[in-house]
């Protein structure tokens, strides 16, 4: 069995070499897959585009069990078994859960599991919140099942001790961003109550510790204010993505082709809904998606 480990240390040089070895077949050319509970996880799979635009992606978004955030470990973790599972029937390379809820959740024990790399987003966000601070005290805002886990404060506290985490769960921000409210008087008045705790305690950074939030970033960046830093972990998870591909010799080299080859999206429900929302947030629209029974995985 394969060990991953996100973090770039001992262990991981270790792991990565059985790795390479065993691996040296794998098709570059192949997927990476990306899941997430519903839409959120674009976020993260724009940034992979964008990042990577020669990089082909199999995207999963759960929307029959959104929101994942108010449900139990075991299930979440059950349902992130069962997309891996789909997503491996795909010919994925790498996995990325980009979703803060499964990382927190799934992680640490479907890593031991898959003889693929996978990484998730809680690492790439904390590493930046805990490079950006000045003043030592980190806001991170996430589901309740995220923020109940305590994976960023333990994720910051082993970079350095010495910060000061506040977690803050925000259950009605994942509806309000799946119902397109990302510029509604709603959203504001919520993202006052939830946030004013977190202005009382000046921090200085603010982890948007959930992949629908940076859907709405305005909302939050007009309560926080201009001087607390916020972070989206999708642009760093898109760094280590693209780290460990080129580490692993995966990367893709191949010219870029259309959209439409180059992305397959699938979800578990309402897929009209799920295209609008897409095409919405990613800079190009798109033709292919596809419902499946995630329960048959
Ligand atoms: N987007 C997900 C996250 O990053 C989960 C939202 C949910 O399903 O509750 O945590």
Known sequence: ?????????????????????????????????????????????????????????????????????????????????????????????AIVIACNTASACALETVKQELDIPIIGVIYAGARTAAEATHNGKIGVIGTEATIRSGIYTREMQKLRPDIEVIGKPCPLFVPLVEEGLFHDSVTDEIASRYLSSLKEKYIDTLVMGCTHYPLIRSTIRKVMGDKVNLVNPAYETAIELKNLLERDNLANKCDVDSPSSMYRFYVSDAEEKFKLFANSILPFDITMTKQINIENY
Not at 4 to 13: D, L, P, R, S, V
């Open 1 to 93: 069995m394969i060990r991953y480990t996100q973090k770039f240390g001992k262990e991981w040089k270790h792991d990565h070499k059985n790795f390479a070895e065993r691996k040296v077949n794998m098709d570059r050319n192949a997927p990476i897959g990306v899941f997430d509970s519903g839409i959120g996880g674009l976020t993260v799979a724009r940034e992979i585009m964008r990042q990577m635009p020669q990089e082909r992606i199999v995207y999963f978004g759960d929307t029959a069990r959104v929101p994942y955030g108010s449900k139990s470990q075991e299930t979440v973790l059950r349902y992130s078994r069962q997309i891996i599972r789909f997503l491996k029937t795909q010919g994925v390379k």
